[in-house]
């Protein structure tokens, strides 16, 4: 493995690296992982199970919505419960790599049927405070993360079943991003596409393309052989099928974007060059007040019905 061109590893990436050198070689610790592909919104959520028993976890899962009519849907929830009720699974962790501005999340729906914590990076404190402002959430609305079970600081170990897991801090695309090393798997969230496509924005509120940059090179030093599952997929020119599996060897040799021999600033450069071509989420305004929420709804008002917050001349 040529890892020649990567940074020494700091002390949280060698955990990780730890984690998924033990479970390359025993298979006992590689996870199986089912992917859900979500279309309306190109999002990927992943259960993540320990092959040796029941445990399992959820990551990144979708609250199906309509922005034309206001309306939630289960859809794609469902069709996660139902493969877990299939394979009598224990959902111990749901697992969000970031408050998405691309769809709404299930955890709180898949809490209440299946339970399972709640987890984020203890970073979407950042995100709270400024998009609190911006959607005027006023003094109700708590900034320091309570809204989750746990917040994951870079490094922190955690278990599911038997399998060994590290969290890992990778912002860039969003300060709060985390990625998940899950035995021989990884979880980067936002912060990689497949290799045909390359990397995610930056120019939300908090972003950096410099910062996304290092994010992903620490990614980059993990194992070649770490199998690297993706939270979207867009469907690059000359694909005719979308895909979220991938390698860590496959990203550092043909990302699109920070392939090796890419360096920082030529990547800081295509980054904000593309960037600035990009239209806005088309559900970044209601995803992003109710993710920041931990995937709740604003409460109810007086009349009993719900109301989303559209900012105008805002962002």
Avoid at 27 to 45: G, L
Avoid at 106 to 124: D, E, M, S
Avoid at 139 to 161: H, N, P, S
Avoid at 248 to 272: P, Y
Wanted: aromatic share 8%; glycine share 8%.
């Amino acid at each position: 493995m040529n890892t020649s061109s990567i940074a020494p590893p700091d002390a949280a990436l060698a955990d990780a690296r730890a984690v998924v050198e033990a479970a390359l070689a025993a298979p006992a610790r590689r996870p199986v992982v089912a992917s859900f592909f979500d279309e309306a919104t190109f999002t990927v959520s992943h259960v993540v199970r320990d092959p040796g028993g029941s445990a399992c976890a959820i990551v990144d899962s979708v609250l199906d919505f309509d922005a034309a009519s206001g309306r939630t849907a289960e859809h794609s929830a469902r069709r996660l419960l139902e493969y877990v009720r299939d394979h009598a699974l224990t959902v111990e962790w749901l697992l969000e790599t970031h408050a998405h501005a691309d769809h709404l999340s299930a955890a709180p729906l898949l809490k209440q049927r299946v339970g399972g914590t709640l987890a984020i990076g203890a970073h979407i404190t950042a995100v709270q405070r400024v998009f609190g402002d911006v959607f005027n959430a006023g003094d109700d609305f708590a900034r320091d993360g309570r809204q989750f079970d746990r917040l994951f600081v870079d490094g922190e170990r955690f278990r599911i079943g038997a399998l060994d897991a590290v969290a890992l801090h990778v912002p860039g695309h969003t300060p709060a991003c985390m990625a998940y090393v899950i035995g021989d798997a990884v979880f980067p969230g936002d912060t990689l596409f497949m290799p045909d496509f390359g990397t995610a924005r930056c120019d939300f509120p908090g972003g950096d393309a410099a910062t996304l940059f290092r994010s992903i090179r620490r990614l980059q030093a993990l194992p070649d052989a770490a199998r690297m599952f993706l939270c979207h997929d867009y469907m690059a020119p000359g694909r005719d099928a979308y895909a979220w599996e991938t390698t860590v060897g496959a990203q550092r040799s043909g990302n699109l974007h920070v392939r090796d021999g890419v360096a920082e600033a030529d990547f800081v450069a295509l980054r904000k060059a593309r960037d600035a071509t990009l239209a806005m989420p088309k559900l970044l305004l209601p995803s992003v007040q109710v993710n920041m929420r931990a995937g709740h709804l604003p409460a109810p008002e007086a009349n009993g019905v719900r109301y989303l917050k559209l900012p105008v001349d805002a962002l």
